[in-house]
């Protein structure tokens, strides 16, 4: 314990040094705090204890900026009768913040925080926005007050800090010390007083008055390690403060201990035994993700990104996630690749890109730049690879181009909406395609070139549907992808369009055309006006990303599964999201999309379960009633026969209470998803039916399925996806059964154990 002299006024202290259980004790009452933390009970997953890390001294406490919280009992005639005169207070805590908050409505992140300041009482000391932080008290006759870091002061991330807060009321002044430095202070009228919150709690890492997102999330909550919180009510001297910093240094031969990123990073552990997530599809460690964007490979290796909310499964203040892998299927976690800093640039948001070599042939980050400041807030910025100056193959260091590539002006697409370049390189030029809109018309990609990747020219609009004709392709597109197929069987060369559209109106799918590229134009020329779609599971396979695989040639496209939960399940979880896995797309003979699973996959798969052919329904059912897994490869292949509708039941309880079921609907051409017995579950959302056209021009109905807890991708035929989600409540749901409303013919079915990736 690192205290001052004596413990001279020393009100309360926690010292974290437990390491280990769900409460913590404050040893000037002795009292044992409850901490709260999400999975304390946890329905989908083994109850843990809330995360312990090493600390300054003994253990610290790992907040996870969502769910981790101590309150802690003041009530007058104990602990704080101290404070009841109110003429000083002084607060002392190492902190180690792994993100920043966004700073909703103007409020800290808390710290340490006993306040009303509806009221003007009490006191907060909390972090806000790029590190910056502040502590401010409500003064007797109704001031509130603050003294605020100042430039250059900033707490830093995944580093470990010394942090002192002083009210003198007496001597009228508010100070802030930084590792045992005065960094700021602020005048008060001499003799003022603090005014005592009494209707609320001291709360350790969260506000006492946090907004709630989504009506579920709690915000301004802080995110990383605290040890050493000592809180007196008495004015620390500046001797006292440094001699506490010192007490460390000394006790590190005169350096602060070094925080490793695996020491303070998002733990994916506790989430690997939830019977829902995915074990063998690309997640973040925790927390929140979007779309996975920008891949590209490297020396050796393949890099994948994605929009990030560090700070719990919910939208908000988005920063680029990395992945790396050696191929493409076992990935491992990185920092953090890009966030949102204290510039002109990207204060408010790091959105989606893409990535693409330089001249020299090293990696490049284009991406969204969000500028609330700034109109359109939406902007085209670039970050550049540090793998020059580090020869890091990991690529874990980017620094970011300090202005602006490419910014709105009237009559360049939808003003205000102008986001998600997709750039490559091609013939000694550089060419991006924007996601936006025509003013009064429908969405479009914009066309931009460039010859030295930084100086850009707007050609136009690339390509724009018919809005009146096709309504559901919206007012907006997002996130346009272009992929060379390669020539058709008459030699004409053929290239892919993805586009996910947003807006009023829009139906918010994957839609591709196959076309030609006007290179001179810098436009696209679709050969059939109406939009098709990859996948027909009903949103669940979004947000896509492509590249060209350097190592093969294959055209790989990669999207987010979106999980279908209510705000109150992803807060439950701790989680939201996951990635799709991995699909290789070509140009058939027939001038047709193909679409398959990357062949590396097989890399993952296990114990094989089962393998039969040419068995009729009854027999084939026989053979699968001891097959049971939610972590499954299935290639199944049906002859139809008489029946009309066939296909094949997965997670099933053994007797149907829960199932889901995968069919082709002959009559109607339609590749379908029933989710009605799906699960019991009240608070699971997922259900109905879905699904899309897929004709099959007589074939057998050939599906290649993967099961992966509550993800399931079904490959129909080389031509269609259908991606959805299920949450069964048993934990039973485990079985399958082949379906069919007359007789059919099993042709082949091959069924392996799926390893996870983690």
Same mark, same amino acid.
């Given at each position: 314990?690192?205290?001052? &002299?004596?413990?001279?006024?020393?009100?309360?202290?926690?010292? *974290?040094?437990?390491?280990?259980?769900?409460?913590?004790?404050?040893?000037? &009452?002795?009292?044992?705090?409850?901490?709260?933390?999400?999975?304390?009970?946890?329905?989908?997953?083994?109850?843990?204890?809330?995360?312990?890390?090493?600390?300054?001294?003994?253990?610290?406490?790992?907040?996870?900026?969502?769910?981790?919280?101590?309150?802690?009992?003041?009530?007058?005639?104990?602990?704080?009768?101290?404070?009841?005169?109110?003429?000083?207070?002084?607060?002392?805590?190492?902190?180690?913040?792994?993100?920043?908050?966004?700073?909703?409505?103007?409020?800290?992140?808390?710290?340490?925080?006993?306040?009303?300041?509806?009221?003007?009482?009490?006191?907060?000391?909390? $972090?806000?926005?790029?590190?910056?932080?502040?502590?401010?008290?409500?003064?007797?006759?109704? !001031?509130?007050?603050?003294?605020?870091?100042?430039?250059?002061?900033?707490?830093?991330?995944?580093?470990?800090?010394?942090?002192?807060?002083? *009210?003198?009321?007496?001597? +009228?002044? $508010?100070?802030?010390?930084?590792?045992?430095?005065?960094?700021?202070?602020?005048?008060?009228?001499?003799?003022?007083?603090?005014?005592?919150?009494?209707?609320?709690?001291?709360?350790?890492?969260?506000?006492?008055?946090?907004?709630?997102?989504?009506?579920?999330?709690?915000?301004?909550?802080?995110?990383?390690?605290?040890?050493?919180?000592?809180?007196?009510?008495?004015?620390?001297?500046?001797?006292?403060?440094?001699?506490?910093?010192?007490?460390?240094?000394?006790?590190?031969?005169?350096?602060?201990?070094?925080?490793?990123?695996?020491?303070?990073?998002?733990?994916?552990?506790?989430?690997?035994?939830?019977?829902?997530?995915?074990?063998?599809?690309?997640?973040?460690?925790?927390?929140?993700?979007?779309?996975?964007?920008?891949?590209?490979?490297?020396?050796?290796?393949?890099?994948? *990104?994605?929009?990030?909310?560090?700070?719990?499964? %919910?939208?908000?203040?988005?920063?680029?996630?990395?992945?790396?892998?050696?191929?493409?299927?076992?990935?491992?976690?990185?920092?953090?690749?890009?966030?949102?800093?204290?510039?002109?640039?990207?204060?408010?948001?790091?959105?989606?890109? &893409?990535?693409?070599?330089?001249?020299?042939?090293?990696?490049?980050?284009?991406?969204?730049?969000?500028?609330?400041?700034?109109?359109?807030?939406?902007?085209?910025?670039?970050?550049?690879?540090?793998?020059?100056? !580090?020869?890091?193959?990991?690529?874990?260091?980017?620094?970011?181009?300090?202005?602006?590539?490419?910014?709105?002006?009237?009559?360049?697409?939808?003003?205000?909406?102008?986001?998600?370049?997709?750039?490559?390189?091609?013939?000694?030029?550089?060419?991006?395609?924007?996601?936006?809109?025509?003013? +009064?018309?429908?969405?479009?990609?914009?066309?931009?070139?460039?010859? !030295? $990747?930084?100086?850009?020219?707007?050609?136009?609009?690339?390509?724009?549907?018919?809005?009146?004709?096709?309504?559901?392709?919206?007012?907006?597109?997002?996130?346009?992808?272009?992929?060379?197929?390669?020539?058709?069987?008459?030699?004409?060369?053929?290239?892919?369009?993805?586009?996910?559209?947003?807006?009023?109106?829009?139906?918010?799918?994957?839609?591709?055309?196959?076309?030609?590229?006007?290179?001179?134009?810098?436009?696209?020329?679709?050969?059939?006006?109406?939009?098709?779609?990859?996948?027909?599971?009903?949103?669940?396979?979004?947000?896509?990303?492509? @590249?060209?695989?350097?190592?093969?040639?294959?055209?790989?496209? *990669?999207?987010?599964?979106?999980?279908?939960?209510?705000?109150?399940?992803?807060?439950?979880?701790?989680?939201?999201?996951?990635?799709?896995?991995?699909?290789?797309?070509?140009?058939?003979?027939?001038?047709?999309? +193909?679409?398959?699973?990357?062949?590396?996959?097989?890399?993952?798969?296990?114990?094989?379960?089962?393998?039969?052919?040419?068995?009729?329904?009854?027999?084939?059912?026989?053979?699968?009633? !001891?097959?049971?897994?939610?972590?499954?490869?299935?290639?199944?292949?049906?002859?139809?026969?008489?029946?009309?509708?066939?296909?094949?039941?997965?997670?099933?309880?053994?007797?149907?209470?829960?199932?889901?079921?995968? %069919?082709?609907?002959?009559?109607?051409?339609?590749?379908?998803?029933?989710?009605?017995?799906?699960?019991?579950?009240?608070?699971?959302?997922?259900?109905?039916?879905?699904?899309?056209?897929?004709?099959?021009?007589?074939?057998?109905?050939?599906?290649?399925?993967?099961?992966?807890?509550? $993800?399931?991708?079904?490959?129909?035929?080389?031509?269609?996806?259908?991606?959805?989600?299920?949450?069964?409540?048993?934990?039973?749901?485990?079985?399958?059964?082949?379906?069919?409303? +007359?007789?059919?013919?099993?042709?082949? @079915?091959?069924?392996?154990?799926?390893?996870?990736?983690?």
């Amino acid at each position: 314990m690192i205290q001052a &002299s004596n413990n001279r006024g020393l009100m309360m202290s926690w010292a *974290f040094d437990e390491g280990s259980g769900a409460t913590t004790v404050e040893s000037v &009452s002795q009292l044992k705090d409850d901490i709260q933390y999400v999975f304390n009970q946890a329905e989908f997953t083994e109850p843990r204890d809330p995360q312990w890390r090493q600390g300054v001294i003994g253990s610290g406490l790992l907040f996870d900026g969502y769910s981790t919280y101590i309150s802690h009992p003041v009530k007058k005639g104990e602990s704080n009768d101290q404070l009841e005169s109110g003429a000083a207070l002084s607060i002392g805590v190492w902190v180690a913040p792994r993100s920043y908050e966004w700073g909703s409505e103007g409020k800290l992140a808390a710290i340490v925080n006993h306040h009303n300041k509806d009221r003007n009482e009490g006191y907060l000391l909390g $972090m806000y926005r790029h590190g910056s932080w502040s502590f401010q008290v409500g003064l007797e006759g109704g !001031d509130w007050k603050e003294v605020w870091s100042p430039d250059g002061n900033e707490l830093p991330k995944n580093e470990w800090s010394y942090v002192n807060a002083v *009210f003198d009321g007496n001597q +009228g002044e $508010m100070k802030l010390y930084l590792n045992g430095r005065e960094i700021a202070s602020t005048a008060l009228p001499r003799g003022s007083r603090i005014a005592q919150a009494t209707d609320t709690e001291l709360l350790i890492g969260k506000n006492n008055h946090s907004s709630l997102l989504v009506e579920r999330f709690s915000l301004h909550m802080f995110s990383g390690i605290l040890d050493e919180l000592n809180i007196y009510s008495r004015v620390l001297s500046l001797e006292e403060v440094v001699g506490s910093y010192h007490d460390v240094l000394d006790a590190y031969g005169g350096a602060l201990p070094q925080l490793s990123y695996d020491e303070i990073k998002l733990d994916r552990t506790p989430l690997l035994a939830d019977r829902h997530r995915p074990q063998y599809h690309v997640s973040p460690p925790a927390h929140w993700m979007n779309e996975p964007h920008a891949p590209i490979y490297f020396a050796g290796q393949y890099h994948l *990104f994605y929009q990030h909310n560090p700070l719990g499964p %919910f939208f908000h203040q988005i920063h680029w996630g990395h992945w790396v892998s050696k191929d493409l299927v076992h990935w491992r976690d990185l920092p953090v690749a890009l966030a949102p800093e204290k510039d002109q640039l990207a204060p408010d948001g790091i959105w989606s890109g &893409s990535a693409a070599y330089d001249a020299d042939g090293l990696p490049v980050l284009f991406f969204t730049a969000g500028n609330d400041k700034a109109s359109p807030n939406q902007s085209v910025a670039l970050a550049r690879s540090t793998y020059s100056l !580090d020869k890091e193959p990991d690529l874990v260091h980017w620094v970011k181009h300090p202005e602006p590539l490419i910014v709105q002006k009237d009559g360049m697409g939808a003003f205000g909406d102008f986001r998600d370049p997709y750039v490559w390189k091609e013939d000694n030029q550089w060419f991006a395609l924007v996601g936006s809109g025509m003013e +009064g018309e429908g969405g479009a990609a914009l066309a931009f070139v460039s010859q !030295d $990747m930084l100086n850009w020219t707007y050609k136009g609009p690339f390509f724009e549907a018919d809005i009146q004709k096709y309504p559901y392709l919206g007012p907006i597109w997002e996130l346009p992808v272009f992929l060379p197929l390669g020539s058709n069987q008459q030699g004409e060369n053929k290239h892919l369009l993805l586009v996910s559209p947003v807006g009023q109106g829009a139906d918010v799918e994957v839609f591709y055309w196959i076309g030609q590229f006007d290179k001179q134009n810098v436009s696209f020329i679709p050969d059939q006006e109406e939009p098709q779609l990859i996948d027909v599971g009903d949103f669940h396979f979004t947000g896509p990303s492509g @590249m060209v695989d350097p190592k093969t040639g294959r055209k790989i496209v *990669f999207t987010i599964a979106q999980g279908d939960r209510t705000p109150d399940l992803e807060y439950k979880s701790g989680w939201a999201h996951n990635g799709g896995l991995p699909l290789s797309v070509y140009l058939r003979d027939d001038g047709r999309l +193909g679409i398959e699973p990357i062949q590396e996959l097989q890399s993952l798969r296990g114990t094989k379960l089962l393998s039969l052919s040419a068995k009729p329904l009854a027999e084939a059912n026989d053979l699968l009633q !001891d097959v049971r897994g939610d972590m499954l490869e299935i290639r199944l292949e049906i002859e139809p026969g008489t029946a009309k509708q066939f296909g094949i039941k997965i997670r099933r309880t053994p007797e149907g209470e829960e199932e889901t079921l995968l %069919f082709y609907d002959k009559n109607e051409c339609m590749l379908a998803v029933d989710r009605t017995k799906s699960t019991l579950h009240p608070g699971e959302q997922c259900s109905g039916v879905q699904g899309g056209k897929l004709d099959l021009l007589d074939e057998n109905l050939k599906l290649h399925i993967y099961l992966d807890r509550s $993800m399931v991708e079904a490959y129909a035929n080389g031509l269609k996806s259908l991606t959805t989600r299920v949450y069964p409540s048993r934990k039973d749901a485990l079985g399958l059964e082949i379906w069919g409303d +007359g007789e059919l013919l099993v042709k082949s @079915m091959d069924i392996w154990e799926m390893k996870s990736i983690w």
